[in-house]
């Protein structure tokens, strides 16, 4: 059945579905940019492994899944450090986790989230040398955070490989992290 | 997802630029200039903040290469760069519009630009996309223009469908009103 709604919308997508040109100079500018930048990719010296990393974000923390996810990114990131010290008494459910951000140009950064109230100043991210990526360790109970860089004091920045928080329409970027319960 | 791509698979090519050939980043471009462009175009109403934000994406695409998870989506990955940024570009393009327009009333009655081609059907649509609010227009664009399906929508913007759904939805009402007292004028 005809509908004059459906009618005038599909005649305005139409119009706006015409091919627009853009002009072709831009990738000649982009190229120009590009450059100047280090092969995406071909330097990081552990390359596969960081996404691969990065890649998970739902974790399931039965006592021994918990401790081999925790022992994996201990034994592939092995210029972290693992908390030394053992959890207080009442976070004993709490497991660490390793937070990374490859942001080579950046100066500082900082994790904030529902677990730091997004406090900039109480969890910066540190790294050894300034072609590796930046990590911080969290300790984290079972539940589902928010979280986003924040980035030289004035960025901030979701994790783009983890799941944009669907809740945070048009305020800053954050991502989601869900820790699972285990019994 | 409504992004596909022809010839050399984009994965193909996105290996070869992270293995240190530059020259098949210039085929990505190639490849997404014009569609994307469109997106930004219509998206911000103005083609020199398009061009820039378009070229800022790009940029910003190459910069975060490594973090492409699966090179065969590698359109999709990109669009939600253009997407943000295009989000980033009109808050400030909003910010200044606020800054520097002081009698709104003055120019909505302000002579239109001369001809220069396009139709009267042009400047009325234009118009009223103008006229949505960002969210509202991100969504009708994507539904609409770029025919992506909501759950693609959902994954790009970070909304929820049901939040989706109803911005469209409001999209299409208020292009319908716009576009009925345009023909009454």
């Known amino acids: 059945m005809f509908d004059p709604v459906d009618d005038l919308i599909e005649r305005i997508a139409r119009h706006l579905r015409r091919p627009v040109q853009i002009d072709p100079a831009l990738d000649a500018r982009v190229m120009r940019e590009i450059t100047a930048l280090p092969t995406p990719g071909g330097t990081a010296p552990l390359g596969k492994a960081w996404r691969w990393l990065r890649r998970p974000r739902q974790f399931t923390l039965t006592p021994l899944g918990g401790l081999a996810a925790v022992a994996a990114v201990a034994v592939v990131v092995l210029f972290s450090r693992m908390p030394s010290t053992p959890p207080a008494p009442g976070q004993i459910d709490s497991r660490a986790f390793q937070f990374i951000l490859v942001a080579p140009r950046a100066t500082h950064v900082s994790l904030v989230g529902d677990f730091n109230d997004w406090d900039a100043t ?29 980035v030289d004091g004035s960025r901030w920045l979701a994790d783009p490989s983890a799941p944009v928080a669907r809740d945070d329409d048009y305020g800053e970027p954050s991502s989601v992290l869900t820790v699972g319960g285990g019994s | 997802m409504g992004i596909h791509s022809v010839g050399t698979s984009d994965a193909a090519l996105v290996r070869r630029v992270q293995t240190g050939d530059t020259g098949a980043y210039a085929d990505l471009v190639g490849r997404y200039r014009d569609r994307l462009g469109r997106y930004a175009l219509h998206m911000l109403g103005n083609r020199e903040d398009a061009e820039e934000v378009l070229q800022d994406a790009f940029v910003r695409a190459y910069r975060s290469l490594a973090r492409c998870d699966d090179p065969e989506r590698f359109g999709a990955w990109l669009y939600g760069i253009l997407v943000n940024r295009c989000r980033t570009a009109g808050a400030r393009a909003s910010r200044r519009a606020r800054r520097f327009v002081h009698d709104p009333a003055a120019l909505e009655t ?23 609010p960002p969210e509202s227009r991100e969504a009708f664009l994507l539904k609409h223009v770029e025919e992506l399906e909501y759950e693609d929508m959902a994954r790009l913007t970070g909304a929820g469908i049901s939040a989706l759904k109803m911005r469209v939805k409001r999209a299409r009402e208020q292009l319908q009103t716009m576009l009925k007292e345009a023909e009454r004028v």
């Open chain 1, 122 to 150: 109480r969890t910066p991210m540190r790294r050894i040398g300034s072609d590796a990526p930046w990590t911080a360790v969290v300790p984290l109970v079972p539940g589902r955070y928010h979280y986003a860089f924040f």
């Open chain 2, 110 to 132: 302000a002579p239109q630009a001369g001809p220069d081609g396009r139709t009267e059907w042009d400047d009325t649509v234009r118009w009223a996309l103008a006229r949505l």
